[in-house]
């Protein structure tokens, strides 16, 4: 067993090696176990040797930051429309084609959740139009994201509803449906058809049922505003290029008379 002096000499040599500060997959037995032994962690061992830490935790975030508030419930709303929380839970992020919209993501980011995340520019879209996201990486956010019932992974593709608190407050619910039909909402203004507006989420066949009860889960929230809608209809039919399932999507209207009422009540911010 090395000891403190000898363990990071050995540190800094095999970083040199390496060409990087060493990492748990590049360390031997003997000398990781004499990281622990002398410093209590590898990456004690590594901060008293002057080597850079990647990937380093927080040990513990102000739970405050997860108080169920307007700025939350667009956070919870942002991600579930046009953003991804990471099936790992390493990060999430927000996407848009336009990089003001990433902008105020961004603001609203640093001022509730604390916390900074990167710009990757053209980084999505199958077509000549780019979009761009805004990515935070914590896994403990991400997991405190979570555990408020916002869903991970490939929305598509799995169950998950509106969450609970959002949907028991008429205030969260105009903020959680103000970000979603700013998402995923669109506005047909035909001479031929009275003007519309109406919102859509895509479900793989076998998810549908849970689909029509998230979009029937908004027409409740509208209802809090006396708000009327359409029922939910069923258009589209894609096959996904990366697992071959066939997806539909689910939407649903506001009520021609109701527009300015929406627009009043909820907010158009388009």
């Known amino acids: 067993m090395l000891n403190k002096q000898e363990t990071i000499r050995e540190l800094k040599i095999c970083s040199k090696e390496l060409g990087y500060s060493i990492k748990r997959r590049d360390c031997s037995k003997s000398l990781y176990f004499s990281c622990v032994n002398n410093f209590g962690s590898f ?3 590594k901060e008293n040797a002057g080597l850079e830490i990647k990937n380093k935790r927080l040990k513990r975030i102000d739970k405050s930051i997860f108080n169920k508030d307007a700025k939350l419930s667009q956070i919870a709303s942002y991600i579930t ?26 603001k609203l980011i640093k001022n509730k959740l604390k916390i900074s995340g ?3 520019l053209n980084n999505g879209g199958a077509t000549n139009v780019k979009t761009h996201k805004y990515i935070v990486f914590s896994k403990l956010i991400s997991e405190g994201l979570i555990d408020l019932g916002i869903p991970k992974g490939d929305k598509t593709n799995r169950d ?7 949907k ?9 449906l103000k970000i979603a039909f700013f998402c995923e909402g669109s506005f047909k203004d035909d001479s031929r058809k009275n003007p519309r507006i109406s919102i859509g989420i895509s479900k793989t066949e076998e998810h549908l049922n849970s689909g029509i ?5 908004l027409k409740e929230m509208l ?7 359409t029922k939910c209809y069923i258009t589209g039919n894609r096959i996904r290029k990366k697992d071959g399932l066939t997806s539909r999507d689910i939407r649903f209207r506001i009520l021609t008379q109701d527009n300015h009422k929406f627009i009043n009540k909820i907010g158009w911010i388009k």
């Open 118 to 120: 990167k710009y990757y």
């Open 81 to 106: 429309f046009d953003g991804h929380l990471y099936k790992d839970s390493k990060a999430f992020y927000y996407s848009s084609k336009n990089i003001s919209d990433l902008n105020e993501f961004e």
């Open 43 to 45: 990456n004690k061992a």
């Open 223 to 229: 209802e809090k505003f006396n708000i009327q809608t």
């Open 213 to 217: 009860n998230f979009m029937n889960s």
């Open 160 to 166: 998950f509803e509106v969450p609970p608190w959002v």
């Open 168 to 176: 028991k407050s008429r205030s969260l619910s105009k903020e959680y």
